[in-house]
């Protein structure tokens, strides 16, 4: 069994037949996904769709549009009223800077202790800005517990968010022979802090564009990975499975 940590079901092509997607994506041993939210208008198209056998919602406010007011208090409500397993997808984009630094901060800030509060794990976006978020989840230490999605950086900078208590997740990117640096981050970091997503359908593979990315190239991703590792991609699906399960506490 494999699990997408990281997906947009919400999102054309693939919220034009989701059905057909969890099916495509059940045969290659994808049985359940995270699907997060973007801004609050999409937290109910989010809600909608976990109705669905194997679908866990997320719900957050995204860096991008940091500058929408956000009331904390709905947050909370809304997470527990349509069993969240993750605030998300929030965090800090300093690259694609489209909302000031010191707004995305706060705004950060403010969904972290919301999710301290209701002891449910994050969903981090991190671009340009990793000191500043390493700095920030620091001080949440013992707290906040969660994971770096779409990873693609190397692996001094893995340890670091593995060492504030955060898991690390790989997408698409591993399977290319030229993204060197999160190939040798999936290599060397310890298995137990690793996930698996696709972040479908923004990132692609080698050889799939973003656009015909699913859940089911999770299977792709696990066995680029195995091969990094010299190991069975029994061993990355099993490992990586345990990790999610026991992160958002899925059943």
């Known amino acids: ?31 359940k996904m995270i ?14 769709i976990t109705t669905r056998r194997g679908i866990f919602a997320a719900f957050g406010l995204h860096p991008w ?24 997808e929030i965090g800090l984009d300093f690259k694609r800077l489209q ?3 010191d707004t995305q901060i706060k705004a950060f800030k403010a969904q972290l202790t919301a999710a301290a509060q209701l002891n449910l794990p994050v969903l981090l976006h991190c671009l340009g ?29 893995a340890h670091q968010f593995i060492d504030t208590g955060l898991h690390i997740a790989f997408g698409g990117a591993v399977t290319r022979l ?13 298995l137990n ?13 080698d050889d799939t564009h973003p656009k015909q990315t699913e859940p089911m190239h999770v299977l792709n991703i696990a066995k680029s990975i195995a091969n990094l590792r010299s190991t069975s991609i029994n061993k ?6 345990q990790n999610a399960k026991h992160l958002f506490l899925l059943t």
């Open 1 to 31: 069994m494999l699990i997408d940590t990281h997906c947009h079901l919400t999102f054309p092509p693939l919220s034009n037949n989701i059905d057909a997607v969890i099916k495509r994506a059940a045969k290659t041993g994808v049985t």
């Open 236 to 241: 990355i699906a099993e490992t990586t499975t």
């Open 193 to 205: 802090h690793m996930l698996l997503e696709t972040d479908a359908p923004f990132i692609g593979l």
């Open 35 to 48: 699907v997060p939210s973007y801004d609050e208008h999409s937290w109910h198209a989010v809600a909608q």
């Open 129 to 157: 800005a990793y000191s500043e978020m390493i700095n920030i989840i620091s001080k949440f230490k013992g707290t906040i517990r969660g994971v770096i999605h779409g990873f693609s950086r190397g692996p001094q900078l």
């Open 99 to 101: 909302v000031s630094k």
């Open 65 to 88: 549009i940091a500058n929408t007011p956000i009331d904390i208090d709905k947050l909370l409500r809304f997470c527990t009223d349509n069993n969240a397993v993750a605030i998300g």
């Open 178 to 190: 030229t993204a060197t640096r999160v190939r040798q981050s999936a290599k060397s970091i310890p």
